[in-house]
């Protein structure tokens, strides 16, 4: 017979955790991968600003098939190696960055949360990583310089119809000490996304019948956008309007190798060119001098179909060598997706949605959330593919299956 007593409160306790007892479910400290901070982020966020984030062009093809070819790799892991250390690093423009992803550029961040590109740019800092700020910022060039000053900073450019605000940008980048300008070229007009059109997004949002009835659903939300500064393109002025209406009233389709080339002549730092999609553009772009590329399907949210950048990278690599930086973008939401960016030939690997869902799910605490499990995922799976740093994966480490 097995014998029993009264259960006593230290061991229940000791069960239970008392900490548990009072972290919300839906804490973002809870949250172990980030789709569930994906499911955090779209418990608190009104469903127009999550979709704007999560969505992406057309029939959102290029979106998921980026993220699916990362679940058709394999990988063929060393054993038998010491891996008690591993370093994470990778140099990116010359200069060492602590993990192998970078925060990539969202414009109005401070819609996904109030905190917005501050608290992005700090975490940044925090984890050693370099951080875009977009054209489409909501915390201006200078503001985000001022606040974060310990982060290692890119300005990511949008040619714009506005000639005049091209220079303007340029010199005002300079001026805060921006490392690098990301010129984004994918974008001479604006994608069609569905999921906007159909809930009427207008940025910044607008007070309607609708909105009102969203009020009520996410209090906090409205209660912190109406309570801080307005929504607004920080670094220009816009006249706002739908998502579509702004892209293509600012974006300029006319825009040419001309354009790259006046860039490279007038802008002193490093120029990196976001948004290449095709070998001869990879190609010429090197051929020209610039400093790296981000092969780049915008997320998905621009051309529908177009090419999975992880997919374009051993072709890329195959005609321009292993010199130039060439860094990837699309579909990364875990730290194994970026091991295998790497192991196929990346110089890094941007995230974009990873670091969203964290900051919609829970601000700064959730950004910083994003990127600790995006770090605390690269060093496991460095463990387990028996790799010491990043250098030693070997292209026949990984493989996609069924090629
Ligand atoms: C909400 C949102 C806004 C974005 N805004 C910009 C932008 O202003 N400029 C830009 O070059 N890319 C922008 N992008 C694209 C990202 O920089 C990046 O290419 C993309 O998010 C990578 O895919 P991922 O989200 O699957 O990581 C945006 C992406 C999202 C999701």
Aim: hydrophobic share 45%; proline share 4%.
């Amino acid at each position: 017979m097995v014998k029993r007593h009264v259960p006593r409160w230290s061991d229940v306790s000791s069960l239970v955790g008392v900490k548990s007892l009072f972290t919300r479910h839906n804490s973002v400290d809870k949250a172990v991968t980030i789709w569930q901070l994906r499911a955090i982020a779209q418990s608190k966020t009104p469903r127009a600003v999550f979709d704007y984030t999560d969505g992406a062009a057309g029939e959102e093809l290029s979106m998921n098939r980026s993220r699916e070819v990362y679940r058709d790799l394999e990988f063929y892991p060393r054993v038998l190696r010491d891996v008690a250390k591993v370093d994470t690093s990778v140099t990116v423009l010359g200069q060492r960055s602590e993990l192998p992803f970078f925060f990539s550029p969202t414009g109005f961040t401070r819609m996904m949360h109030y905190e917005g590109e501050p608290a992005v740019a700090q975490v940044a800092a925090e984890f050693g990583i370099p951080y875009t700020l977009s054209t489409l910022g909501t915390t201006s060039i200078e503001d985000l310089a001022a606040a974060a000053p310990d982060t290692r900073k890119w300005f990511q450019l949008y040619l714009w119809r506005d000639k005049a605000s091209r220079f303007e940008l340029v010199d005002r980048a300079a001026a805060a000490g921006y490392e690098a300008i990301m010129l984004t070229v994918d974008t001479v007009v604006g994608g069609m996304r569905v999921r906007d059109v159909r809930n009427g997004l207008t940025i910044p949002p607008q007070l309607s019948a609708k909105t009102l009835a969203d009020m009520a659903r996410y209090p906090k939300w409205w209660g912190n956008l109406l309570t801080t500064a307005p929504l607004e393109f920080a670094s220009l002025k816009s006249t706002g309007g739908t998502v579509a209406e702004l892209m293509n009233s600012v974006f300029d389709p006319s825009i040419t190798m001309d354009d790259v080339k006046w860039l490279r002549d007038n802008w002193h730092g490093k120029l990196i060119i976001k948004g290449v999609q095709n070998v001869a553009d990879a190609q010429m772009l090197i051929d020209a001098g610039v400093d790296a590329l981000v092969l780049s399907n915008h997320g998905g949210r621009q051309l529908d179909r177009s090419v999975v950048p992880l997919e374009l990278l051993p072709q890329v690599r195959a005609a321009v060598g292993a010199e130039p930086e060439v860094m990837i973008d699309g579909g990364a939401l875990c730290g194994a997706d970026i091991v295998a960016g790497i192991a196929m030939g990346a110089t890094g690997v941007l995230v974009g949605r990873a670091y969203l869902y964290g900051i919609m799910a829970g601000g700064i605490a959730g950004v910083r959330r994003a990127a600790t499990i995006l770090k605390t995922e690269v060093e496991q799976t460095m463990r387990l593919m028996g790799i010491k740093q990043l250098d030693e994966l070997e292209p026949n480490m990984v493989r996609l299956r069924n090629k």
